[in-house]
């Protein structure tokens, strides 16, 4: 099976200017999530998807973020207007829907430098 | 509230020798415990889990990891290192979530050098 697909794999852009990141999960997984690693630090929980609904979105950093997954299938990650700190690397995360013990797939991640 | 921590930013070990990746754990209730590495340039990979059961559970690339409930500890361990082993490894605990379906808490991670 095609595993989490991320893209663009890199971007590079200003302060100031908007990005979107895209993530195409595992198909048939019903859950996604989004997490981000700031250079040297650990990885962030942002939010979390059950089908095309936020089932919680406590890490999103605030009002810049907005994450959407229309349909249940791919989701998006916008944020508008970047700033310095949002630098560092996205990756994007499924899951079945079945139980604690699942784990959760991995893309390899959206590298994001604002300058 | 759940959380892990690996208390080592950096572990050395000789190719060939064998090799302990420490993590310990805070939870209420059971634990759900997984083990990830990451490759340069790359995703996580799944390495291993705990949910219940052997206290010793083996995982890919011939990794295993020793669950201690008294001393909270997972453990990520290999009896012979390889250079190729050398990535940054995490510990994560999975969140009590919608129909179980909880995010996955991570530590801040143990990048594993192995010198030939």
């Known amino acids: 099976e095609a595993g989490v697909t991320q893209f663009p794999s890199h971007s590079v852009i200003e302060k100031g200017q908007t990005v979107t990141l895209r993530c195409d999960p595992i198909?048939?997984?019903?859950?996604l999530y989004w997490y981000r690693r700031v250079m040297g630090k650990e990885i962030k929980f942002l939010l979390h998807?059950?089908?095309?609904?936020?089932?919680?979105e406590s890490g999103m950093p605030n009002n810049r973020f907005l994450a959407e997954r229309t349909g249940g299938t791919y989701s998006t990650l916008k944020v508008q207007p970047a700033e310095l700190e949002d630098s560092g690397v996205y990756f994007c995360?499924?899951?079945?829907?079945?139980?604690?013990?699942?784990?959760?797939?991995f893309g390899n991640g959206t590298r994001l430098t604002v300058t | 509230a759940q959380s892990v921590a690996q208390p080592e930013d950096q572990v050395n070990v000789a190719e060939g020798n064998p090799l302990t990746v420490k993590c310990t754990y805070s939870?209420?209730?059971?634990?759900?415990l997984f083990w990830y590495v990451q490759y340069p340039n790359r995703g996580l990979q799944f390495l291993l889990k705990?949910?219940?059961?052997?206290?010793l559970v083996k995982g890919s690339y011939g990794f295993e990891a020793e669950f201690n409930k008294s001393q909270t500890s997972f453990h990520l361990k290999k009896p012979s290192a390889l250079v190729s082993d050398s990535a940054l490894y995490f510990c994560?605990?999975?969140?009590?979530?919608?129909?179980?379906?909880?995010?996955?808490?991570f530590g801040q991670g143990t990048e594993l050098s192995v010198k030939p």
């Open positions: 939870v209420s209730g059971n634990p759900y």
């Open positions: 998807f059950v089908k095309e609904s936020k089932q919680d």
């Open positions: 705990y949910i219940t059961g052997d206290n």
């Open positions: 198909s048939g997984h019903d859950n």
């Open positions: 994560a605990v999975r969140d009590i979530g919608y129909n179980q379906g909880g995010k996955l808490i």
């Open positions: 995360a499924s899951s079945h829907l079945n139980g604690r013990g699942s784990p959760l797939h």
